[in-house]
């Protein structure tokens, strides 16, 4: 153990200066010097180094894993290549190639996703819009008490050669094994790997956000684009929340997974102040982070926001002394009815994540190759061997075996109410595409 810390701070300190530079700015040095802290106090520092070894070991990278939970707030775990590439930084530009930074960017804007395309000033390479700007609390809590989770959304060939990582997890920590509620996440997962290996594009390597390469996909989400295909977006719920909730950019489509996973954060809430001219989409709380901002807005500090939203969370609803103090502070009445309303709030990182894998999907989807997107969709939804004699026998029925292949792999998944209607709904989109054919060909190999 004595070894650790060297190692642990040399590995993090060696990757921010090849990200940010030999001399980093105070924003990045002060941030990582705050995690040693909570790292150290937690044993985080012990378990980020084991998840780190144990990925290169097996493969696993940003491009390949996604998260469950918070680890998207800890900059340790980005710096570390463990967290699926979500950098909790406040919103900047970085340079690939010259390492020029720009912290210094336009305040209405609230990630570096969103930040506007423009050219290094040293270079004239195009710069990155990095940083979700999420407080390191939310990974490693603020009491000490709190044991941070590590939980992973791995491609299932990568599972045997972590067997010993899950190991470790369950004796440490007592974390939960995969389960069927992650299994849409971990289909995604399956799926972009799938798709790396059909196309020779690695994920890592699709930009998140509004470049001129996945242009396709900004301009697919905001024409309302289909999202079949993508397991984390097709269900009945997103595409009734499309009516009103508009997808402009990637951070919209991380609050929407985020408002799609927790009950009650839209439906009879949000989607109400939004629908009555109380709020803009901007507005909305669709996550934990957005109720601890809000509330640093109203002049609660840094500690008070925190343990607030933790308190929400725990307890459900507000109590009668949450909701005095909160009026006391000059608190919105669409906040306290928004806290009121719903049982909980998502966490962005997680969201974040699932975005990210459902934006590479898409881009695979609309930018890269079609045939290999409904082809890797079909593959990882673990078509049955009847299904397959199914697919491999009819010829005047290939409507009827892609119905029945749908209803098998998303049955109750999708929350559509006629799971026939979804399947040609998807039979149709794929004859529309012009895919239909050659996916049916290929099934008959
Ligand atoms: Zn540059």
């Not at 070894?53 to 290549?81: M, P």
Request: charge should be negative; include cysteine; hydrophobic fraction near 40%.
């Amino acid at each position: 153990m004595d070894e650790l810390v060297p190692t642990f701070e040399a590995k993090v300190y060696a990757r921010a200066a090849r990200l940010y530079g030999d001399k980093l700015p105070e924003v990045v040095n002060n941030r990582i010097r705050e995690e040693f802290g909570y790292a150290a106090a937690s044993d985080a520092d012990a378990l980020m180094l084991f998840v780190r070894d144990t990925f290169q070991e097996a493969g696993l990278g940003t491009g390949n894993v996604s998260i469950r939970d918070n680890l998207g707030a800890s900059f340790l775990a980005y710096l570390l290549e463990i967290n699926g590439g979500i950098n909790p930084l406040p919103p900047h530009y970085r340079c690939m190639r010259c390492r020029h930074l720009e912290f210094d960017v336009p305040g209405n804007i609230r990630v570096g996703t969103d930040l506007p395309l423009k050219n290094c000033p040293v270079c004239g390479k195009l710069l990155l819009g990095e940083g979700f700007d999420i407080d390191p609390w939310f990974f490693y809590g603020i009491c000490r008490n709190k044991s941070p989770k590590f939980d992973f959304n791995v491609p299932s060939e990568k599972i045997d050669a972590l067997r010993e990582l899950r190991e470790f997890k369950i004796t440490r920590t007592g974390l939960t094994d995969y389960d069927d509620f992650h299994r849409p996440a971990m289909q995604m997962t399956d799926q972009l790997s799938r798709l790396a290996d059909m196309t020779g594009i690695r994920p890592e390597t699709i930009p998140v956000g509004n470049y001129p390469q996945t242009a396709a996909v900004i301009d697919a989400l905001e024409k309302g684009g289909s999202f079949v295909g993508v397991y984390a977006l097709m269900g009945n719920f997103v595409r009734m929340m499309l009516g009103r909730f508009k997808l402009r950019s990637f951070y919209d489509l991380a609050r929407l997974i985020a408002l799609n996973r927790i009950p009650r954060t839209w439906l009879g809430n949000g989607e109400n102040l939004m629908k009555n001219g109380t709020l803009e989409q901007d507005e909305l709380l669709a996550c934990q982070e957005d109720a601890f901002e809000y509330l640093k807005t109203i002049g609660f500090d840094r500690r008070k926001a925190f343990r607030y939203v933790m308190k929400i969370i725990s307890e459900r609803k507000l109590s009668a002394g949450q909701r005095r103090e909160l009026r006391l502070h000059g608190a919105s009445e669409w906040f306290i009815y928004s806290c009121d309303r719903t049982p909980g709030f998502a966490s962005i990182s997680q969201s974040i994540s699932t975005a990210i894998v459902a934006w590479r999907l898409l881009y695979y989807k609309y930018c890269v190759d079609k045939h290999a997107f409904y082809l890797s969709f079909l593959e990882t939804a673990n078509i049955a061997g009847d299904t397959r004699e199914i697919l491999e026998e009819g010829e005047n029925s290939i409507l009827d075996a892609l119905g029945i292949v749908m209803k098998i792999d998303l049955g109750g998944y999708c929350g559509w109410d006629d799971e026939d209607k979804f399947a040609l709904m998807v039979a149709k989109e794929m004859i529309e595409e012009g895919v239909m054919i050659p996916i049916y060909a290929v099934g008959r190999l």
